[in-house]
Nanobody
Framework: QVQLVESGGGLVQTGGSLRLSCAAS????????MTWFRQAPGKEREFVAS????????YYADSVKGRFTISRDNAKNTVYLQMNSLKPEDTAVYYC?????????????????WGQGTQVTVSS
């Protein structure tokens, strides 16, 4: 059974940092892109950051560019999201997702596997 399990969320003050992890099990995703999305209360799920299979190519939403960094360790079948300079508007449930395709995508419907999410709350 394929599972994506996020961890690392929590409560942090404005300007603080968190590092999210997403560990995959049940199959390897080392050949496929991995992506982080987030969903704030009352809002639609939105794209945050994506990374290609090797880690050589990344793509970020404008709202997080320069503050968040996505990375991966294929040996551990894990993807990370380092979040710095956090703002209250970053408060959301963060999900990792994997798609059995190639190329980076921001489209939710193109993703085949999702984690259960981890809550990030940034206090002002």
């Amino acid at each position: 059974q394929v599972q994506l399990v996020e961890s690392g969320g929590g409560l942090v003050q404005t300007g603080g940092s968190l590092r999210l992890s997403c560990a995959a099990s049940g199959r390897t995703f080392s050949n496929y892109p991995m992506t982080w999305f987030r969903q704030a209360p009352g809002k639609e799920r939105e794209f945050v950051a994506s990374i290609n299979w090797s880690g050589s190519s990344t793509y970020y939403a404008d709202s997080v560019k320069g503050r968040f960094t996505i990375s991966r360790d294929n040996a551990k079948n894990t993807v990370y999201l380092q979040m710095n300079s956090l703002k209250p508007e970053d408060t959301a449930v963060y999900y990792c997702a994997a798609r059995l395709g190639y190329g980076l995508s921001t489209r939710l419907h193109e993703y085949d596997y999702w984690g259960q999410g981890t809550q990030v709350t940034v206090s002002s």
